[in-house]
């Protein structure tokens, strides 16, 4: 599987021409290389005027979507948070309707870590910052305790896969 976070990027006068030009390139790379690649592919152009460029595909992007017209530098920063918070990254900033800088909060901040449910989660909170009477511990119901802690907004999750739930503060 290739784990590359790649966009293609198209030359604008070959595609308005019905001709298909242009380059893949990882968008990790360094922002010169990107912006190096796409004059490279422009000045290389089947048309002579090639001035303008668009993505016309992506990959690696874990659900999140990118727009046509995107710049170039916040691609740029998109994809290295991905590939920053591989697990999640894509999902966190869809959550966040693309706003990097809350996405970026949530992880480095907020971020509790990846459990097999809520109740789980419920658990080691509570055996983390609660000493439970042993005689009680068989009455405390950790999947309605995760369940009210999503519910009540205290957290929030992603569900990245089967018992794979990133579990955030949502404060």
Known sequence: MN??????????????????????????????????????MLAESPEGFAEEYAIHDYEGFDGYALSEYEGLETVHKIACFIEEYPD???????NFGGDLEEARTAAEE??????KSLADFAESLTEDTTQIPENLAY?????RMGRDMELSGDIFTIETGYEEIHIFWNH
């Open 139 to 143: 009455y405390i119901d950790y999947e």
């Open 88 to 94: 999640f990254g894509g999902e966190l900033l869809n």
């Open 3 to 40: 784990n590359d976070i790649r966009i293609y990027v198209a030359d604008l006068a070959a595609y308005n021409n019905g001709k298909l030009h242009g380059v893949w390139i990882n968008a990790t790379d360094d922002l010169d290389d990107i912006w190096n690649q796409v004059n490279q």
């Open 110 to 115: 907020n971020y509790c870590g990846c459990y």
